[in-house]
Protein backbone atom coordinates (compact mmCIF):
# COMPACT_ATOMS: atom_id res chain seq x y z
CA UNK A 1 0.00 0.00 0.00
CA UNK A 2 1.00 3.29 -0.71
CA UNK A 3 2.42 5.74 1.80
CA UNK A 4 -0.80 7.94 2.63
CA UNK A 5 -0.12 11.31 4.04
CA UNK A 6 -0.98 14.56 1.94
CA UNK A 7 0.43 17.24 4.63
CA UNK A 8 3.98 15.53 4.57
CA UNK A 9 4.46 14.93 0.83
CA UNK A 10 2.82 18.13 -0.28
CA UNK A 11 5.18 20.22 2.15
CA UNK A 12 7.97 18.00 0.39
CA UNK A 13 7.08 18.42 -3.00
CA UNK A 14 6.37 22.15 -2.31
CA UNK A 15 9.90 22.88 -0.64
CA UNK A 16 11.82 20.71 -3.56
CA UNK A 17 9.98 22.81 -6.24
CA UNK A 18 11.04 26.02 -4.68
CA UNK A 19 14.60 24.31 -3.87
CA UNK A 20 14.96 23.42 -7.28
CA UNK A 21 13.97 26.44 -8.63
CA UNK A 22 16.61 28.39 -6.83
CA UNK A 23 19.25 26.76 -7.57
CA UNK A 24 18.74 25.47 -10.76
CA UNK A 25 22.19 27.14 -11.41
CA UNK A 26 24.59 25.40 -8.38
CA UNK A 27 22.65 22.49 -8.64
CA UNK A 28 22.86 22.39 -12.38
CA UNK A 29 19.98 19.79 -12.21
CA UNK A 30 19.03 20.02 -16.68
CA UNK A 31 22.62 18.25 -16.75
CA UNK A 32 22.43 14.53 -15.19
CA UNK A 33 19.15 14.91 -13.44
CA UNK A 34 18.23 14.12 -10.00
CA UNK A 35 17.21 10.45 -7.81
CA UNK A 36 14.85 9.93 -5.57
CA UNK A 37 14.72 7.59 -2.84
CA UNK A 38 11.38 6.69 -2.25
CA UNK A 39 8.42 7.59 -4.54
CA UNK A 40 5.67 6.55 -2.91
CA UNK A 41 2.20 7.12 -5.35
CA UNK A 42 4.27 10.20 -6.92
CA UNK A 43 1.64 12.33 -6.45
CA UNK A 44 3.16 15.32 -5.25
CA UNK A 45 6.63 15.48 -7.04
CA UNK A 46 4.94 14.55 -10.05
CA UNK A 47 3.45 18.41 -9.91
CA UNK A 48 6.85 19.72 -9.34
CA UNK A 49 8.56 17.55 -12.72
CA UNK A 50 5.39 19.09 -14.73
CA UNK A 51 6.40 22.55 -13.61
CA UNK A 52 10.05 22.36 -14.52
CA UNK A 53 10.00 21.33 -18.31
CA UNK A 54 14.38 20.43 -17.91
CA UNK A 55 14.21 18.23 -15.05
CA UNK A 56 14.62 14.55 -15.30
CA UNK A 57 13.83 12.41 -12.13
CA UNK A 58 15.01 8.90 -12.17
CA UNK A 59 13.05 7.05 -8.89
CA UNK A 60 13.02 3.90 -6.82
CA UNK A 61 10.74 2.29 -4.31
CA UNK A 62 10.82 -1.29 -2.64
CA UNK A 63 7.07 -1.22 -2.69
CA UNK A 64 5.17 -2.94 -5.25
CA UNK A 65 2.18 -1.46 -5.05
CA UNK A 66 3.58 2.04 -4.85
CA UNK A 67 5.27 1.65 -8.00
CA UNK A 68 1.89 0.71 -9.76
CA UNK A 69 0.24 3.51 -8.52
CA UNK A 70 2.69 5.51 -9.03
CA UNK A 71 3.67 5.10 -12.87
CA UNK A 72 -0.10 5.59 -13.61
CA UNK A 73 -0.04 8.77 -11.67
CA UNK A 74 2.96 9.82 -13.83
CA UNK A 75 1.04 9.15 -16.84
CA UNK A 76 -1.86 11.07 -15.76
CA UNK A 77 0.37 13.99 -15.11
CA UNK A 78 1.72 13.45 -18.66
CA UNK A 79 5.72 13.25 -17.37
CA UNK A 80 6.29 10.04 -17.72
CA UNK A 81 9.27 11.35 -20.67
CA UNK A 82 10.76 13.02 -17.40
CA UNK A 83 9.54 10.65 -14.16
CA UNK A 84 10.56 7.26 -14.18
CA UNK A 85 9.94 4.94 -11.66
CA UNK A 86 11.62 1.77 -10.98
CA UNK A 87 10.47 -1.28 -8.65
CA UNK A 88 13.69 -1.76 -6.21
CA UNK A 89 16.37 -0.65 -3.90
CA UNK A 90 17.44 2.62 -4.36
CA UNK A 91 20.72 2.21 -3.04
CA UNK A 92 21.71 -1.13 -5.68
CA UNK A 93 19.42 1.25 -8.10
CA UNK A 94 21.28 4.78 -8.36
CA UNK A 95 24.96 2.99 -8.05
CA UNK A 96 27.03 4.50 -10.88
CA UNK A 97 23.91 7.21 -11.65
CA UNK A 98 25.16 10.92 -13.61
CA UNK A 99 23.03 12.33 -11.12
CA UNK A 100 24.63 14.66 -8.55
CA UNK A 101 21.51 15.54 -6.47
CA UNK A 102 19.61 13.16 -4.55
CA UNK A 103 16.09 14.26 -3.53
CA UNK A 104 14.29 12.39 -0.71
CA UNK A 105 10.93 12.11 1.70
CA UNK A 106 13.06 9.03 3.31
CA UNK A 107 11.44 6.77 5.69
CA UNK A 108 11.49 7.84 9.17
CA UNK A 109 9.89 6.08 11.74
CA UNK A 110 12.08 5.10 14.29
CA UNK A 111 11.14 1.63 15.80
CA UNK A 112 13.47 -1.76 16.88
CA UNK A 113 11.78 -3.74 14.18
CA UNK A 114 10.57 -2.62 10.83
CA UNK A 115 7.92 -5.44 11.36
CA UNK A 116 5.03 -2.07 11.29
CA UNK A 117 1.96 -1.50 9.41
CA UNK A 118 3.32 -0.34 6.58
CA UNK A 119 7.11 -1.89 6.61
CA UNK A 120 8.80 0.82 3.84
CA UNK A 121 8.59 3.61 6.09
CA UNK A 122 10.77 2.04 8.76
CA UNK A 123 14.02 4.30 9.38
CA UNK A 124 16.00 1.62 11.26
CA UNK A 125 15.67 1.88 15.12
CA UNK A 126 16.62 5.61 15.67
CA UNK A 127 14.62 6.69 12.44
CA UNK A 128 17.44 7.86 9.97
CA UNK A 129 19.37 4.56 8.61
CA UNK A 130 18.13 5.38 4.92
CA UNK A 131 19.47 9.51 5.08
CA UNK A 132 22.49 8.26 6.76
CA UNK A 133 22.85 5.91 3.85
CA UNK A 134 22.10 8.88 1.79
CA UNK A 135 25.07 11.00 3.27
CA UNK A 136 27.28 8.39 2.79
CA UNK A 137 26.82 8.49 -0.51
CA UNK A 138 29.05 10.24 -3.70
CA UNK A 139 26.23 13.18 -4.16
CA UNK A 140 27.05 16.56 -4.11
CA UNK A 141 23.44 17.61 -3.08
CA UNK A 142 20.75 16.17 -0.70
CA UNK A 143 16.91 17.61 -0.60
CA UNK A 144 15.70 15.41 2.15
CA UNK A 145 12.64 15.54 4.57
CA UNK A 146 14.49 15.67 8.26
CA UNK A 147 12.08 15.14 10.91
CA UNK A 148 12.45 16.02 14.59
CA UNK A 149 11.77 12.79 16.21
CA UNK A 150 14.44 10.26 14.26
CA UNK A 151 17.18 11.52 15.90
CA UNK A 152 18.43 14.71 13.93
CA UNK A 153 21.51 15.27 16.05
CA UNK A 154 22.43 12.76 14.75
CA UNK A 155 22.06 13.28 11.29
CA UNK A 156 23.58 17.01 11.04
CA UNK A 157 26.52 15.32 13.09
CA UNK A 158 26.73 12.79 10.14
CA UNK A 159 26.12 15.38 7.41
CA UNK A 160 28.63 17.56 8.80
CA UNK A 161 31.53 14.97 9.11
CA UNK A 162 30.54 13.94 5.56
CA UNK A 163 31.24 17.38 4.20
CA UNK A 164 27.64 18.79 4.36
CA UNK A 165 25.92 22.11 4.64
CA UNK A 166 22.97 23.11 5.25
CA UNK A 167 22.11 25.85 2.38
CA UNK A 168 18.53 26.42 3.01
CA UNK A 169 15.51 24.49 4.52
CA UNK A 170 11.75 24.81 5.07
CA UNK A 171 10.24 23.37 7.96
CA UNK A 172 6.69 22.95 8.85
CA UNK A 173 5.06 21.00 12.56
CA UNK A 174 3.09 17.96 11.64
CA UNK A 175 0.87 16.63 13.62
CA UNK A 176 1.65 12.22 15.15
CA UNK A 177 -0.62 10.61 12.30
CA UNK A 178 -1.22 7.14 12.65
CA UNK A 179 2.20 6.05 11.33
CA UNK A 180 4.03 8.05 13.98
CA UNK A 181 1.10 6.56 16.58
CA UNK A 182 2.33 3.05 16.11
CA UNK A 183 2.77 2.12 19.82
CA UNK A 184 6.08 0.67 18.53
CA UNK A 185 7.07 3.72 17.00
CA UNK A 186 5.70 5.94 19.62
CA UNK A 187 7.03 4.76 22.35
CA UNK A 188 10.36 4.68 20.35
CA UNK A 189 9.99 8.13 19.72
CA UNK A 190 9.28 9.21 23.15
CA UNK A 191 12.98 7.17 23.99
CA UNK A 192 14.29 9.59 21.55
CA UNK A 193 13.02 12.98 23.15
CA UNK A 194 13.99 11.93 26.49
CA UNK A 195 17.41 10.97 25.52
CA UNK A 196 17.26 14.67 23.92
CA UNK A 197 18.00 13.21 20.35
CA UNK A 198 14.83 14.71 19.25
CA UNK A 199 11.91 16.20 19.85
CA UNK A 200 7.87 15.83 19.72
CA UNK A 201 5.24 17.21 21.70
CA UNK A 202 2.05 15.44 22.43
CA UNK A 203 0.16 16.23 19.21
CA UNK A 204 3.11 17.19 17.17
CA UNK A 205 6.81 17.24 15.14
CA UNK A 206 8.50 19.40 13.24
CA UNK A 207 9.57 18.14 9.56
CA UNK A 208 12.26 19.85 7.64
CA UNK A 209 13.33 19.72 4.13
CA UNK A 210 16.75 20.70 3.77
CA UNK A 211 19.11 21.20 0.93
CA UNK A 212 22.54 19.82 2.13
CA UNK A 213 25.39 20.40 -0.27
CA UNK A 214 29.36 19.94 -0.23
CA UNK A 215 29.47 22.77 -3.54
CA UNK A 216 31.62 25.45 -3.21
CA UNK A 217 29.36 27.14 -5.83
CA UNK A 218 26.67 27.18 -2.33
CA UNK A 219 28.12 29.58 0.34
CA UNK A 220 26.74 29.54 3.59
CA UNK A 221 25.36 26.72 6.89
CA UNK A 222 22.43 27.25 7.90
CA UNK A 223 22.68 23.72 10.49
CA UNK A 224 22.11 25.99 13.88
CA UNK A 225 18.94 27.41 12.41
CA UNK A 226 18.00 24.02 10.93
CA UNK A 227 18.45 22.93 14.81
CA UNK A 228 16.88 25.64 16.37
CA UNK A 229 13.38 25.19 13.70
CA UNK A 230 13.51 21.32 14.57
CA UNK A 231 13.43 22.30 18.28
CA UNK A 232 16.62 20.86 18.81
CA UNK A 233 18.79 22.29 22.35
CA UNK A 234 21.78 23.58 20.84
CA UNK A 235 24.22 22.13 23.64
CA UNK A 236 22.71 18.71 22.31
CA UNK A 237 24.34 19.75 18.89
CA UNK A 238 27.64 20.78 20.09
CA UNK A 239 27.88 17.36 21.45
CA UNK A 240 27.09 15.24 19.04
C1 LIG B 1 7.79 8.56 3.40
S1 LIG B 1 7.51 7.67 1.93
C2 LIG B 1 7.69 8.98 0.76
C3 LIG B 1 6.89 8.81 -0.51
C4 LIG B 1 6.82 10.05 -1.43
N1 LIG B 1 8.13 10.49 -1.85
C5 LIG B 1 6.10 11.17 -0.72
O1 LIG B 1 6.73 12.10 -0.19
O2 LIG B 1 4.87 11.11 -0.70
C6 LIG B 1 9.03 6.75 1.76
C7 LIG B 1 9.03 5.72 0.63
O3 LIG B 1 10.33 5.10 0.56
C8 LIG B 1 10.18 3.75 0.13
N2 LIG B 1 11.43 3.02 0.44
C9 LIG B 1 11.83 2.51 1.63
N3 LIG B 1 13.06 1.96 1.54
C10 LIG B 1 13.47 2.14 0.25
C11 LIG B 1 14.66 1.79 -0.48
N4 LIG B 1 15.69 1.17 0.12
N5 LIG B 1 14.73 2.11 -1.79
C12 LIG B 1 13.67 2.72 -2.41
N6 LIG B 1 12.53 3.08 -1.76
C13 LIG B 1 12.42 2.81 -0.45
C14 LIG B 1 8.94 3.29 0.87
O4 LIG B 1 8.36 2.16 0.29
C15 LIG B 1 8.06 4.56 0.80
O5 LIG B 1 7.19 4.52 -0.33
Known amino acids: MPFDCTAESAHFACSLGLVLRQYARELDWADGGVVELGTGDARAVSEVVAGLPGLA ?12 EA ?6 HGVAGQY ?24 YLPAPDGDLQLPGLWGGPDGNALLLRVLEGPWEHVVAAVASYADPVGTLAA ?12 AMPLELGHYSREPKV ?15 DEDSYMVAVALLTRSPRIAGDRSAELAGALQLP ?6 A
Open 71 to 76: RAVVAE
Open 186 to 200: LARIRELVDAGRGWA
Open 159 to 170: AADAGFRVASFL
Open 84 to 107: TVEHGDFFAGSAGSPARTVITNPP
Open 57 to 68: VRSWDVDAASVD
Open 234 to 239: VPALAA
